[in-house]
């Protein structure tokens, strides 16, 4: 492999990483921060997806930014008013929000599976002719991508500072707390998943349009992809403050993405990707516990050779 080839592939990795990334930093939110696991996460990451487009299509691509983010929280707040409000479990309630999605998302894209945007201007295209006759004019997918992580881990870092914002981690902790200190715990999972989902939402629109194509299966897997990469963040910013753990959560969607790349430049069939992503989660679940086992497992096989010897 050449080295242009390879650094177009390290480009184009560290590209799709930080789109991702934003998803990633959306269950940073929701399942770190919250303690809530969000499964409508591939649904909204289609809707943004779908909505972005649309709006893109008909001619404004900035406005479909703020569209997408609005269908985000849409979703998360129907999936927290049915845990919150409707005593939903929150994994059913993810399920219920995803599987309702699916119809909205090809009634959005106008009960089509599949929409072309082309000749659609886009937030990239825009860059692109910012940038026209500048050393950076190709790299417009990397500079938006790079702007709109930045901007919400900014935002991240000074929202959870707040007192709505310590609310919600302490949610998270410890639920009968914040009831006992005259806080809404339900208000709080209402706001975090809405904000939450607003940032998957961004992640969709953004794919979609650095994609110039939108499918309705463009979101499965998502959260399968964005769990693998946060346990991966947290193993480079496990401690710390809030933005240093969020810097950490978009170099493990970065990494994942790497991981990627390399399956794919070993030829490994597309239909095979799926099952590399439920590899790398077990791997990064499972990895701290056989590694706090090691030493006893070790003893056992030494205590053994020496039974053994002897």
Do not use: W
Request: with cysteine; aromatic share 6%.
């Amino acid at each position: 492999m050449s080295l242009v080839s390879a650094t177009a592939l390290l480009q184009t990795a560290f590209e799709l990483g930080l789109i991702s990334s934003l998803t990633v930093l959306a269950l940073f939110l929701s399942y770190s921060m919250l303690n809530v696991c969000d499964l409508s996460t591939d649904g909204c990451f289609t809707l943004g997806a779908s909505v972005g487009a649309v709006v893109a299509i008909s001619g404004h691509p900035y406005l479909s930014i703020v569209a997408a983010m609005l269908a985000g929280i849409a979703s998360g707040f129907i999936t927290a008013i049915l845990q919150t409000k409707m005593g939903v479990d929150s994994l059913l309630a993810g399920i219920i929000v995803n599987t309702a999605l699916y119809s909205i998302n090809i009634a959005a894209m106008g009960n089509s599976s599949l929409l072309n945007m082309n000749k659609t201007e886009t937030v990239f295209t825009k860059m692109k002719t910012l940038l026209a006759d500048t050393f950076l004019e190709k790299q417009s997918v990397l500079i938006v991508s790079l702007i709109a992580v930045v901007l919400v881990i900014l935002f991240l870092s000074l929202f959870l500072k707040t007192k709505l914002g310590l609310a919600i981690r302490a949610t998270g902790n410890n639920p009968d707390m914040v009831r006992s200190s005259s806080i809404n715990p339900a208000f709080t999972t209402i706001i975090g998943l809405c904000v939450s989902n607003a940032f998957t939402g961004l992640s969709g629109c953004l794919l979609a349009q650095s994609q110039k194509s939108v499918n309705i299966d463009i979101g499965t897997g998502m959260v399968t992809v964005a769990l693998a990469s946060l346990l991966i963040g947290g193993v480079f910013m496990r401690k710390g403050k809030i933005t240093a753990k969020a810097i950490g959560v978009v170099i493990g969607a970065i990494v994942f993405r790497l991981v990627y790349t390399v399956a794919l430049r070993f030829n490994m069939p597309a239909s095979m990707l799926k099952l590399v992503s439920s590899v790398i989660v077990i791997i990064a679940i499972s990895g701290p516990y056989l590694k706090s086992k090691y030493p006893e497992f070790k003893r056992r096989l030494d205590h053994n050779k020496a039974r053994r010897a002897a």
